[in-house]
């Protein structure tokens, strides 16, 4: 079965750093493009990091310098290293793959159920 | 950065009838060399994940019902739900996957009236 569980989201301080984990089953997470995506309480889906399978990276403006996407491929895990967390920074945070039909890309095809970090004084 | 914008916010509609959503991105969209618009659809039920509805603009995901629908080219795009049934209450995204970053529209809410 294709499953994405993610892992690591908590309350925490402004400044401070947690890695969310996304435990991937069903699939070779080192094979495909994966990518987080955050949405805070009420608002709208954002994209934040992608991954893709040459290992290059890719990161919104607004976390630019303070994440960090990587993966272990021993454990089929996907991860996302927060730093110099922000109160803005609050969401539930989805870790995702980019589908692809005939080496064409299909958007994201397979969701997590989503991990939420709050960071507040 | 692609800017995607939907209307309306939110849409009543009667069991059984139609509702349309429409997206709007800044820019174009469409690989001209695929003859590709690169926009998706999602659904997001309440407490619950997106689901991939649509891609290509018009490509159903499987298992997706055939009363959904995509449409549009450009930077102009339509979802329909006809024959609205009670499960597809929920809040639509459109998403622009043509180039970083990546972009969603600010969801439409559709309730039952």
């Known amino acids: 079965e294709v499953q994405l569980v993610e892992t690591g989201g908590t309350l925490i301080q402004p400044g401070g750093s947690l890695r969310l984990s996304c435990a991937v089953s069903?699939?070779?997470?080192?094979?495909?493009?994966m990518t987080w995506v955050r949405q805070a309480p009420g608002r709208r889906l954002e994209w934040v990091s992608d991954?893709?399978?040459?290992?290059?990276?890719y990161y919104a403006d607004y976390v630019k310098g303070r994440f960090t996407i990587s993966r272990d491929s021993s454990k089929n895990t996907l991860y996302l290293q927060m730093n110099s967390l922000r109160v803005d920074d609050t969401a539930m945070y989805y870790c995702?793959?980019?589908?692809?039909?005939?080496?064409?890309?299909?958007?994201?095809?397979?969701w997590g159920q989503g991990t939420m970090v709050t960071v507040s004084p | 950065d692609i800017v995607m914008t939907q209307s309306p916010d939110s849409v009543a509609v009667s069991l059984g009838e139609r509702a349309t959503i429409n997206c709007k991105s800044s820019?174009?969209?469409?690989?001209?060399?695929?003859?590709?618009?690169?926009l998706a659809w999602y659904q997001q039920k309440a407490g619950q994940p997106p689901k991939l509805l649509m891609y290509?603009?018009?490509t159903r995901e499987s298992g997706v019902p055939d009363r959904f629908s995509g449409s549009g080219s450009g930077t102009d795009f339509t979802l329909t739900i006809n024959n609205l049934q009670a499960e597809d209450v929920a809040v639509y995204y459109c998403?622009?996957?043509?180039?970083?970053?990546?972009?969603f529209g600010q969801g439409t809410k559709v309730e039952i009236k």
């Open positions: 995702t793959r980019e589908g692809f039909d005939s080496d064409d890309s299909r958007a994201y095809d397979i």
């Open positions: 069903g699939f070779i997470v080192s094979r495909n493009y």
């Open positions: 991954l893709y399978r040459d290992g290059a990276t």
């Open positions: 820019q174009t969209i469409l690989n001209r060399s695929k003859n590709k618009n690169y």
């Open positions: 290509w603009t018009s």
């Open positions: 998403q622009q996957y043509y180039e970083i970053p990546w972009t």
